[in-house]
């Protein structure tokens, strides 16, 4: 599975839309691109995947560039509970089952 | 919504003792997976389990480690011999398919003495 690159810290003030980019460049085309994030010490929780095209879901939208080489998750209205660590998974359709988490973006929404 | 469900919340143990940790899948899952978090470490993939066997799993799934699903509902970890190493969160998760995206329990904090 690709290697993804993220910063390691990000802010963003409550109310505004965090958006938090990751780097995928070795993506290969069967390959999704995932989005999880893991508050405190619970488990990791999925929010979006998605192939080529933009998805969006009731808790964030996923921009996937033309290249497949990065993506951005966009998170419309942050919250002081989306105060979290977010992981970029890239993982190949019908490969491995597992997911690889690296080290994520923590992620401080600030009043 | 449905959710994973593991207990104990937490486990302290003797340094050699067999833990078992438990986890309750959603019920049309077909998937499940056991991952741990040493503190302040990443989280890593132990092992997955599909249609009651073992799918995959890591290098850090050795002997000592062992998977079950007795009846339909459960899905265990057991730990037969544990180290002070084994000390992390354990997650256990399920999935209604293959690549689709995960449900987390909350996890089983596990500290060996």
């Known amino acids: 599975d690709a290697k993804t690159t993220q910063p390691p810290s990000m802010d963003c003030a409550e109310g505004r839309a965090a958006n938090l980019p990751c780097n995928h460049s070795t993506i290969s085309g069967n390959e999704y691109v995932y989005w999880y994030r893991q508050i405190h010490s619970q488990g990791p929780q999925y929010i979006i995947h998605?192939?080529?095209n933009n998805e969006t879901n009731e808790m964030a939208s996923l921009i996937i560039t033309e290249d497949r080489k990065s993506s951005t998750l966009i998170l419309p209205h942050a919250t002081l509970r989306d105060t979290a660590v977010y992981y970029c998974i890239v993982r190949t359709q019908g490969g491995s089952e597992k997911l690889v988490f690296g080290k994520g973006t923590k992620l401080t929404v600030n009043p | 919504e449905p959710e994973v469900t593991q207990t104990p919340s937490h486990q302290v143990t003797q340094m050699g003792q067999e833990v078992i940790l438990r986890c309750v899948p959603i019920?049309?899952?077909?998937?499940f997976y056991w991952y741990r978090q040493i503190l302040g470490q990443k989280v890593e993939f132990l092992v997955s389990?599909?249609?009651?066997?073992?799918?995959?799993k890591s290098e850090i799934f050795d002997d000592q480690f062992s998977v079950e699903r007795p009846d339909g509902s459960n899905f265990t970890l057991k730990i037969r011999s544990t180290k002070l190493e084994d000390s992390a969160m354990y997650f256990c998760a399920s999935s209604i398919r293959n690549n689709y995206g995960y449900t987390f329990g909350s996890g089983t904090r596990l500290t060996v003495v």
């Open positions: 389990f599909y249609n009651n066997e073992i799918s995959e």
């Open positions: 998605g192939l080529k």
């Open positions: 019920s049309n899952h077909l998937y």
